[in-house]
């Protein structure tokens, strides 16, 4: 589904993170707890999309101008590059570096 959208909007767990990453598509983190808060300040500080503040502080006009910024021509290119970056294979990557470490 994430390849399809224009923008995601998640809780910045982990696995989101990544997985909107590589869908290559802007993020809106709205943190709720534990590392979701760092995962939130990575995707702003990458340039991939926008860090929201906590769910209890979030309202329209918040959610409103972290869409508009994911919009943005720099934020979708930032996102799109690290997706054209990230390996699609990280097992077989992995296996294929240790083989070369080993030779």
């Given at each position: 589904m994430?390849?399809r959208?224009?923008a995601?909007?998640?809780?910045?767990?982990?696995?989101?993170?990544h997985?909107a990453?590589?869908?290559?598509?802007?993020q809106?983190?709205?943190?709720?707890?534990?590392d979701q808060?760092?995962?939130?300040?990575?995707?702003?500080q990458?340039?991939?999309?926008?860090?929201?503040p906590p769910?209890?502080?979030?309202n329209?006009?918040?959610?409103?101008?972290?869409?508009?910024?994911?919009s943005?021509?720099?934020?979708?290119?930032?996102?799109?590059?690290?997706?054209?970056?990230?390996?699609?294979?990280a097992a077989?990557?992995?296996?294929?570096?240790?083989?070369?470490?080993?030779a």
């Amino acid at each position: 589904m994430f390849p399809r959208v224009a923008a995601i909007v998640h809780h910045g767990g982990a696995g989101t993170a990544h997985a909107a990453a590589r869908a290559g598509k802007p993020q809106v983190v709205v943190p709720h707890m534990f590392d979701q808060f760092y995962h939130a300040l990575r995707v702003q500080q990458l340039g991939i999309g926008v860090s929201c503040p906590p769910r209890h502080q979030l309202n329209a006009d918040v959610m409103t101008q972290a869409l508009h910024q994911c919009s943005q021509s720099d934020v979708k290119a930032s996102a799109q590059s690290l997706a054209n970056r990230m390996v699609k294979d990280a097992a077989k990557a992995a296996a294929g570096q240790l083989s070369q470490e080993l030779a």
